[in-house]
């Protein structure tokens, strides 16, 4: 029985025209990268299973797709544990390793494993696919490329204003107008929580704020109320929400809420110092304002933090985000090591491009010139020119067979391809070409002699 083609659910095939706008999109962010500073990395596709569990949070756990085990390694299963329901270690059983659920963590573990052969600070970029167990829907897939970019080792606030910078070069240079680059403080987020007198529930503070586009302020309350936290505290927190103006005077807002908090103040006080760096040299592209209801549910960061929202006219989640992170090596026993890190949403920068039609149009590179295939003896005669062609760049096929022309011909148009030589006995004999404009349909000959020289001039001019 013939099995039905079709791609697993929240996976995609790219055509040659995507791959192509893809690479457009590639190449401009690591031009960016490169000229900040940032080397390239890359990790395996999938890492030990204790490696990626336990710091992105439990919803984050389990949307991490685990390998199972092959071979004799699944006779080890712990059939006991499944037979005493205890399913999470029966699981454990069955699977030691799972695939990619971001670049960050993988790269805190090649930091620590490579740490004597690198130079600190250390600047790195990444652009590889990673996997999550998560409901596909329209800009959100299983499989997709992340797009990272790192300093690890040093606490400089100068490098979060070197990190929202680089986002203003690179949504510059890829032509997308209109993008918002939203920014808190994981200090400020837990000043706030203990203001709640929550402090020991940040995680389930900082995961419902997180829900705010999604589910709206009276959603993130109610979800906060069904977690038990009280009528006053709720109170309080909606005090906070309704602070409004510019970035500087939220802050000049929050100064008397939080000020007997001095893990608070630490917060407000990197925030100002980071907006107060864009005074003499503001962003060029992109707007910086300052929301307090941005939380980022990762649990690693400890800093300012950042998500970036895409133009209005386009809607569409956040396009990409990240922010300080302290200590996250530790967890592979490099500790006091910290580092500031945002990602780039590639698959979503992908989808804001193409609905603004900002890709460039003669982006596809395509086949210049086809050589038409009549007999042998003309194929043994140009195929040493086809090469030469190739060397000066020129795209260039030969037709396989000496099919009829009219196929030929419907070959170069389905392929757009622009111009075609036709050799055949009677050009031989000639010792001539025949160069066939496909656009004009304008034919005209050539010394076969000259027919690097013509083709060169023609097609690169």
């Given at each position: 029985m013939a099995i039905k083609p079709a791609t697993t659910k929240g996976t995609r095939d790219f055509s040659s025209k995507e791959i192509a706008r893809r690479n457009f999109i590639k190449n401009c962010l690591q031009n960016v990268f490169e000229n900040f500073g940032f080397q390239p990395i890359e990790t395996p596709t999938f890492e030990r299973l204790e490696t990626l569990t336990g710091v992105y949070g439990e919803e984050g756990d389990r949307l991490v797709f685990k390998v199972l085990n092959s071979g004799e390694k699944v006779k080890k299963a712990d059939l006991a544990a499944l037979a005493a329901g205890d399913y999470q270690k029966f699981s454990r059983s069955l699977s030691e390793k799972a695939?990619?659920?971001d670049l960050t963590v993988p790269f805190a573990r090649y930091v620590a494993q490579h740490q004597n052969e690198l130079s600190f600070p250390f600047r790195r970029y990444q652009i590889q696919p990673v996997w999550r167990a998560d409901r596909p829907q329209h800009g959100r897939f299983q499989e997709f490329y992340q797009c990272d970019v790192d300093i690890l080792g040093d606490r400089s606030l100068w490098q979060e204003v070197e990190m929202l910078t680089l986002y203003d070069q690179a949504f510059s240079d890829l032509g997308i107008k209109g993008v918002t680059l939203k920014i808190n403080h994981r200090k400020i987020l837990a000043a706030m929580a203990t203001l709640l007198q929550a402090g020991d529930r940040l995680s389930a503070f900082t995961v419902a704020m997180d829900k705010m586009d999604k589910i709206g302020r009276e959603g993130v309350l109610e979800e906060l109320k069904n977690n038990d936290f009280s009528?006053?505290?709720?109170?309080?927190?909606?005090?906070?929400l309704n602070i409004?103006?510019?970035?500087?005077?939220?802050?000049?807002?929050?100064?008397?809420l939080l000020q007997n908090q001095p893990e608070g103040r630490e917060g407000l006080n990197e925030m100002k110092f980071i907006l107060d760096s864009f005074k003499m040299q503001p962003l060029q592209n992109v707007h910086l304002e300052f929301d307090l209801t941005l939380a980022r549910g990762l649990h690693y960061y400890t800093g300012m933090i950042v998500e970036v929202a895409a133009p209005a006219e386009v809607k569409m989640g956040s396009i990409g985000g990240g922010g300080r992170y302290d200590d996250l090596t530790a967890t592979f026993g490099l500790k006091d090591?910290?580092?500031?890190?945002?990602?780039?949403?590639?698959?979503?920068?992908?989808?804001?491009?193409?609905?603004?039609?900002?890709?460039?149009?003669d982006i596809e590179k395509s086949t210049q010139l086809l050589f038409l295939n009549f007999d042998e003896a003309a194929v043994q005669r140009v195929f040493p020119k086809l090469l030469e062609l190739r060397n000066r760049g020129i795209s260039t096929e030969l037709y396989p067979t000496a099919a009829k022309l009219k196929k030929q011909l419907n070959y170069a148009d389905q392929k757009k391809i622009p111009w075609v030589v036709l050799i055949g006995s009677t050009e031989l004999e000639k010792e001539e070409f025949v160069l066939k404009n496909m656009n004009s349909g304008e034919q005209t000959p050539y010394?076969?002699?000259?027919?690097?020289?013509?083709l060169k001039d023609k097609i690169i001019a």
């Open positions: 695939l990619r659920y009528e006053e505290a709720l109170h309080t927190l909606e005090t906070v409004r103006g510019s970035a500087q005077e939220k802050l000049q807002q929050l100064e008397p090591m910290s580092g500031i890190g945002i990602s780039f949403g590639f698959e979503r920068i992908y989808l804001v491009m193409e609905a603004l039609e900002l890709f460039p149009p010394p076969l002699s000259d027919l690097v020289a013509v």
